[in-house]
């Protein structure tokens, strides 16, 4: 069974810091792509950085140079370090990965950013 369990968010104030975490189980840890995405009501998901079984990133434009994504494929962990939180990254954040052609997702860790 595959689950995916969030953590780390949080309310902090603009310009803080925040690292999410990512606990997986029940997948090939080492192979799969992972990543982050996050929601606000009314809105659709939106991805915010994957990484690959070897490392290779994504960002969006909006997190560029801000938020850095990683992973330990020894503790199956994934991570997002959020520097210099902004109101506008006020969201809930999801892990996501896909697994033999389905997505599956975690609960979501809300991050609220009050300037």
């Known amino acids: 069974q595959v689950r995916l369990v969030e953590s780390g968010g949080g309310l902090v104030q603009a310009g803080s810091s925040l690292r999410l975490s990512c606990k997986a189980s029940?997948?090939?840890?080492?192979?799969?792509?992972l990543g982050w995405y996050r929601q606000v009501p009314g809105n659709q998901r939106e991805l915010v950085a994957n990484?690959?079984?070897?490392?290779?990133?994504v960002y969006s434009d909006p997190v560029k140079g801000r938020f850095t994504i990683s992973r330990d494929n020894v503790r199956r962990m994934l991570y997002l370090q959020i520097d210099s939180l902004r109101p506008e990254d006020t969201a809930v954040y999801y892990c996501?990965?896909?697994?033999?052609?389905?997505?599956?997702w975690g609960q979501g860790t809300q991050v609220t950013v009050s300037s």
């Open positions: 029940g997948i090939n840890f080492a192979i799969n792509t």
């Open positions: 996501w990965t896909n697994y033999h052609y389905r997505d599956f």
């Open positions: 990484i690959t079984s070897v490392g290779s990133t």
